[in-house]
């Protein structure tokens, strides 16, 4: 990869000589559901509602399933294209729905990033969690069929609480390890 931007840079460069940058942009990806994702008849789709999963940054599907589910939406509410939509058809027939299908797996996503991302025990707390064989299972189901797989509540009990534990753990190692460190 650096030998090809090389390149690209050598074969621009005479085009781009004393050239000024004059503009840079750059945004984060949304990672939640925006809070307003339809105003008037205006219906925000993939990225630009927020429909980006926490953990893997995966918005690809969730672009195509959207914009698939708000396409759909406007035939239904426009009656087949006999009348004009409006805000509350598409809350009605695209947000309601979509909601109902999604919003459960991007709350537990964003419960997720909050529990095990804000810190470095969380995130080793995370490493020791998912070496648990039917996490690792949930985990590929829910990935794979973009919901929240149905568990076992017992194991999800037991899920649960190793999971409460190794926070724990991972706390209280860091603390002491920043201790000795003092």
């Known amino acids: 990869i650096k030998k090809y931007q090389m390149g690209v840079r050598a074969r621009v460069e005479p085009k781009i000589r004393g050239g000024q940058v004059f503009k840079?942009?750059?945004?984060?990806?949304?990672?939640?559901?925006?809070?307003?994702?339809?105003?008037?008849?205006?219906?925000?789709?993939?990225?630009?509602?927020?429909?980006?999963?926490?953990?893997?940054?995966?918005?690809?599907?969730?672009?195509?399933k959207s914009g698939?589910?708000?396409?759909?939406?406007?035939?239904?509410?426009?009656e087949g294209g006999t009348r004009m939509i409006n805000e509350s058809d598409l809350k009605r027939e695209y947000l309601r729905k979509w909601d109902r299908e999604y919003f459960g797996t991007f709350k537990f996503l964003d419960v997720l990033q909050k529990v095990f991302y804000g810190s470095n025990a969380g995130r080793e707390a995370l490493v020791e969690v998912c070496g648990d064989e039917y996490v690792q299972r949930m985990t590929f189901e829910s990935y794979l069929y973009k919901r929240?797989?149905?568990?076992?509540?017992?194991?999800?009990?037991?899920?649960?609480?190793?999971?409460?534990?190794?926070?724990?753990?991972?706390?209280?190692?860091?603390?002491v390890m920043d201790f000795t460190k003092v």
């Not at 396409?71 to 239904?76: C, E, L, T």
């Not at 609480?161 to 603390?175: A, D, E, F, Q, Y």
């Open 24 to 64: 840079v942009e750059a945004h984060p990806i949304p990672e939640h559901p925006r809070p307003v994702r339809v105003r008037g008849r205006v219906a925000l789709v993939g990225d630009a509602a927020g429909y980006v999963t926490k953990c893997s940054g995966e918005g690809i599907y969730f672009a195509a």
């Open 68 to 78: 698939r589910a708000c396409g759909w939406a406007v035939v239904a509410a426009s």
């Open 148 to 175: 929240l797989a149905k568990g076992n509540p017992w194991e999800d009990a037991k899920m649960v609480m190793n999971t409460i534990g190794s926070l724990v753990r991972c706390n209280l190692v860091g603390k």
